[in-house]
Nanobody, 120 residues
Framework: QVQLVESGGGLLQAGGSLRLSCAAS????????MGWFRQAPGKEREFVAA????????RYADSVKGRFTISRENAKNTGYLQMNGLKSEDTAVYYC?????????????WGQGTQVTVSS
């Protein structure tokens, strides 16, 4: 069992930066790939970024490439999403996830989400 708790969301202006954190509990979190997803009002949840548990290989949605960076510290059971150059269209609830499959983004565990609001 893995529990995930996101933090770091907030309200900011376009062009700003924010770092989200995902604190995990459970002994097996370090064996999972980690992902970030987001869901804007009236839209489906979408993939944002993912990172493997051991090699640090990453994948990003085209909409965030070059602006967002995913990272993790297995020793601290914590993952991060650094978001730079934020746009109004990045406004969404952001969810951390423990992925059972890095290629398909299949999720085993979800966090509760943290709100990010970007004003233009």
């Amino acid at each position: 069992q893995v529990q995930l708790v996101e933090s770091g969301g907030g309200l900011l202006q376009a062009g700003g930066s924010l770092r989200l954190s995902c604190a995990a509990s459970g002994r097996t979190f370090s064996k999972y790939a980690m992902g970030w997803f987001r869901q804007a009002p009236g839209k489906e949840r979408e993939f944002v970024a993912a990172i493997t548990w051991n090699t640090g290989l990453t994948r990003y949605a085209d909409s965030v490439k070059g602006r967002f960076t995913i990272s993790r510290e297995n020793a601290k059971n914590t993952g991060y999403l650094q978001m730079n150059g934020l746009k109004s269209e990045d406004t969404a609830v952001y969810y951390c996830a423990a992925l059972r499959d890095f290629l398909t983004f299949a999720v085993d565990y979800w966090g509760q989400g943290t709100q990010v609001t970007v004003s233009s």
